[in-house]
């Protein structure tokens, strides 16, 4: 049954009001309980100068909009995978946004473009890739050669622009012979075309696989193809082949002529049946017989002319005689070279024309399944949730709708996945204030087995690197390596627990646990340098936010206590008052000073020690954890502030990424030269 995408907020009931919001502690708590693995804009304005990346048609507005500042929140978060450095770098943008919106011009488009580009974006991103690609970080089938080892290719487009217009015949120029994946991420990113990538971690993948012992081979070469047959099936296209028979895009068990009791939705219709043929008769067999290892790893064939990831063998043999059928059939002796130039055909298709042409053939069938989990994939890093269910297909018609967007933004801008970000960042669905503040009724998209969502649906915990990310960030700390070289991470522990994608076997999770709570709170109770790069934690003691922040807090004679705990309370949590008495008390407890006593008049050491203290405790609250929950209000910023995070030196910083526009940063706040 084919329907047609319908807009997000216009469900076919009315939606009744959502029940009365919880405090904020409550919503914490009962958030941090339900903490587990899901199952599986502004509006463009009409300036040719500044084309859109939201869609066509304006969505409608959230009926619970957060402000501002809470937008430059979860842009900081989507984008440069860190919090603010405080409520001044909010403030800093919001005005941005304002200065923006009163000259005609879409602020929070604009900013969130701006943050879409620079060092933090291409690191955020490549890791992100990494995991949605399943490139296997440990273990047999990881490649610490290909993967972990960028070199001067990585440092611009040109290696990702000759591949996407090239085969893997075509060797790249000679300066980038030595060219390896851990080069492409970054060089698809500065490109901002997905294409090439998508097609070399293909061959990549391929070139390295699972080995095995006392097997004979043809069991071994059917072992396999059936383990990378489902990873590609997991990391590009978004379906189980024995989910198929029951549940595609032309028919669920779960349909219902009543779209009110109807549980599937497709995007588009057929697009299973193009790319497997006949879905009662596909079988591991015929469906993964592109991915042959036998006869085809280790050739004269070095794609794109690099051998750092393996080379091919393009001639036709197969071990297993298998007829084989994906994306149309396949020739006798098939192998990865023709998914492939497939996959190519059918990316390159859907940029020339559009989502719809998904259904032209197989090949575009193919691509569009690639499209549409990519925009999935880019959707629950926004908001921690799937907007489809484990076989594949959306639940209603109102994440079919939000998928069918995302989708389309990363199709139309060719394969763009700086364009995909912002159009899911700019979602209204992603608009929301905070829970405590939000009572009306949303529509089931982030839980879609409701009738209708809570601001306090997108609660969740945070994603691993994030949380990583984050406290690095904030305090000034190094962070974990992405690809552990040369022998694992320094603290394997902690990155397993938290739930980081390690390899097929090891997915990685989003769940609450007490394993990762105790590995967590292991790791910064005491408020120092982990060492999460291998450096000891005193090597860094004297650098980081902290250690400077004493100094800062003794060279001021009428700082106190107080105001270093509240710059600190700023940097990590952007909450720069104390809420109550009770919060005071506290706080001088963990401290064990007086809020009330001069900085100047403590032993730096003791100051050190008290401010650690409480660093290693905002840490490992709910509030730092957790994903989701945008900062309360607050009156004024913090008394202290570090160099870098002045107003003038805020504005200066996002304002180099805004070049068209000239910004005047040395008032109370940006303002635009007109």
């Not at 998904?358 to 989990?373: I, K, N, R, Y």
């Not at 908001?383 to 939000?402: D, K």
């Amino acid at each position: 049954m084919t329907r047609q995408p319908v807009p997000w907020a216009s469900p076919s009931e009315p939606v009744p009001s959502a029940s009365p919001s919880a405090p904020r502690l409550a919503t914490l708590v009962l958030a941090l309980a339900a903490c587990g693995d899901d199952l599986r804009a502004p509006f463009a304005d009409d300036d040719p100068e500044l084309p859109s990346l939201a869609p066509t048609e304006p969505a409608a507005r959230s009926p619970c909009p957060g402000g501002d500042a809470a937008f430059a929140f979860r842009a900081l978060r989507l984008i440069e995978g860190r919090r603010p450095l405080g409520v001044r770098e909010l403030e800093v943008l919001a005005a941005m946004i304002r200065e923006l919106d009163a000259a005609g011009l879409p602020g929070r488009r604009l900013i969130a473009e701006g943050l879409a580009q620079g060092p933090r974006y291409t690191a955020r991103w490549h890791s992100f890739l990494l995991d949605h690609l399943r490139v296997p970080r440990l273990g047999e089938t990881s490649f610490a050669a290909c993967h972990g080892k960028p070199g001067p290719a990585a440092e611009s487009p040109a290696l990702a622009l000759h591949l996407r217009d090239h085969g893997p015949e075509v060797p790249v120029p000679e300066d980038m012979s030595e060219w390896s994946m851990a080069d492409l991420f970054p060089s698809a990113l500065a490109l901002d075309d997905l294409r090439p990538l998508l097609r070399a971690q293909i061959l990549a993948r391929q070139a390295h696989p699972v080995g095995g012992n006392n097997v004979a081979p043809a069991e071994l070469e059917r072992a396999r193809r059936v383990f990378l047959g489902r990873g590609f099936e997991a990391a590009y296209l978004g379906r189980r082949l024995e989910c198929l028979p029951c549940h595609n895009s032309d028919a669920s068990v779960t349909d219902h002529p009543d779209p009110a009791k109807d549980r599937s939705w497709p995007v588009l219709p057929g697009l299973e049946a193009a790319v497997y043929g006949p879905l009662a008769a596909a079988d591991e067999a015929s469906a993964y017989a592109a991915f042959r290892v036998a006869g085809f790893v280790h050739g004269p064939l070095a794609p794109w002319g690099s051998r750092t990831c393996g080379d091919l063998d393009p001639a036709r043999s197969d071990l297993l005689a298998s007829a084989g059928h994906l994306a149309g059939p396949l020739p006798p002796g098939a192998h990865a070279l023709d998914l492939e130039a497939r996959l190519r055909r059918g990316l390159d298709h859907l940029a020339a024309h559009d989502l719809n042409a998904a259904s032209d053939d197989p090949e575009a069938a193919l691509a569009g399944l690639v499209a549409l989990q990519l925009a999935d994939a880019v959707w629950r890093e926004a908001s921690g949730r799937s907007l489809v269910l484990p076989h594949g297909q959306p639940r209603n018609r109102e994440q079919q709708a939000v998928l069918r967007e995302l989708a389309d933004a990363l199709v139309d801008h060719d394969f763009s996945l700086r364009a995909t970000v912002v159009a899911a960042l700019l979602h209204p669905a992603l608009d929301l204030a905070e829970p405590s503040a939000c009572g009306e009724a949303l529509p089931p998209i982030l839980d879609p087995f409701n009738a209708t969502n809570h601001g306090d649906d997108g609660l969740r915990r945070e994603d691993p690197w994030t949380l990583l990310d984050t406290a690095a960030h904030a305090l000034g700390w190094r962070t974990p390596k992405r690809f552990p070289l040369p022998f694992g991470w320094e603290d394997e522990t902690l990155v397993r627990a938290l739930g980081v994608y390690i390899d097929d076997s090891e997915p990685g999770h989003r769940g609450q646990d007490l394993v990762a709570v105790l590995a967590w709170e292991r790791s910064v109770a005491t408020g120092r340098d982990p060492g999460w790069l291998g450096a000891p934690a005193i090597d860094h003691s004297d650098t980081d936010a902290i250690a400077r922040l004493v100094a800062l807090a003794r060279d001021d004679p009428d700082a106190t206590v107080e105001h270093a705990a509240l710059a600190l309370h700023d940097r990590i949590l952007q909450e720069p008052e104390l809420s109550d008495r009770a919060h005071r008390d506290e706080l001088t407890a963990l401290l064990a000073v007086p809020l009330t006593t001069r900085a100047a008049d403590l032993n730096a050491a003791d100051l050190d020690a008290a401010l650690r203290r409480l660093a290693g405790a905002l840490l490992m609250s709910p509030q730092f954890t957790l994903a989701g929950l945008t900062p309360p209000p607050w009156s004024a910023p913090p008394r202290l502030t570090w160099p870098e995070t002045t107003t003038a030196a805020l504005c200066e910083r996002h304002a180099a990424a805004l070049p068209d526009l000239a910004w005047r940063c040395d008032g109370p706040a940006p303002t635009l030269a007109r």
